[in-house]
């Protein structure tokens, strides 16, 4: 079993619409979660931080569940920027600063 | 603004050769990261270094060497590079363990 699971889409969907991704990990001890974005032939950029509360930011929304250990990331009233591959990122328990990355979720948002 | 500078952003090389990527960040972090991501498998960990002259395996170091000489600065280094390392290599930094990650831009390798 991966570390952390996406499904890797794509996801095709119509400007102005709700999209969300799942994620999960294996680690329960996991203890800081991120999206992040990454454009095609382009690095990964932090696109939030997943708090155990919840967290917003404009149009997109992030939740962690950790009994089911799944993160979510819903993006509403989609724009065309928004096509690009979405990482779901997970650290894990010890001192190091080592991250495992999902494999992202590739989204396409058409007119 | 971190910035993290990678030295190429495409390189062609041929089997055999020993090949050098440099990575440079600009913010003082301790921590450094060298990647690579192929499609369909994601990134995955080559190697890390959290201090100068100390380093640490990640996933998958086979093939690959690194050094960090100083603070700033963290070498990749192919000793004798093959087809199958033809990638994108992409070098990270944070500031803390297990905070954000900040990415140079990349590395498109090909192995010929």
């Known amino acids: 079993r991966k570390e952390v699971e996406q499904d890797p889409g794509p996801f095709n969907v119509p400007e102005g619409a709700t999209v969300a991704f799942n994620c999960t990990y294996s680690?329960?001890?996991?203890?800081?979660f991120f999206w992040y974005r990454q454009d095609c032939r382009k690095e990964p950029k932090l696109l939030m931080s997943?708090?155990?509360s919840g967290n917003e930011d404009g149009r997109f929304t992030a939740q962690l569940n950790r009994a089911s250990q799944y993160i979510s990331l819903l993006i509403r009233d989609s724009k065309l920027s928004d096509s690009a591959t979405y990482l779901c990122?997970?650290?894990?328990?010890?001192?190091?600063?080592?991250?495992?990355f999902g494999q992202g979720t590739t989204l396409q948002v058409k007119p | 603004d971190v910035k993290v500078t990678q030295s190429s952003r495409y390189l062609v090389k041929r089997t055999g050769e020993k090949v050098f990527l440099e990575c440079v960040q600009d913010?003082?972090?301790?921590?450094m990261f060298w990647y690579r991501q192929d499609p369909g498998l994601g990134l995955r960990l080559i190697y890390f270094?959290?201090?100068?002259?100390?380093?640490e395996k990640g996933d998958i170091p086979e093939g690959y060497s690194v050094s960090r000489e100083k603070k700033e600065r963290f070498s990749l280094i192919l000793e004798s590079a093959s087809t199958n390392q033809t990638s994108m290599y992409l070098c990270?930094?944070?500031?803390?363990?297990?905070?954000?990650?900040?990415f140079g831009p990349g590395t498109r390798l090909t192995v010929t």
């Open positions: 990270a930094t944070d500031g803390r363990p297990g905070g954000e990650q900040y």
């Open positions: 680690n329960s001890a996991s203890q800081s």
């Open positions: 997943v708090y155990s």
């Open positions: 270094s959290y201090d100068v002259k100390m380093k």
């Open positions: 913010m003082d972090h301790e921590n």
């Open positions: 990122v997970v650290h894990g328990s010890s001192n190091t600063g080592k991250l495992i």
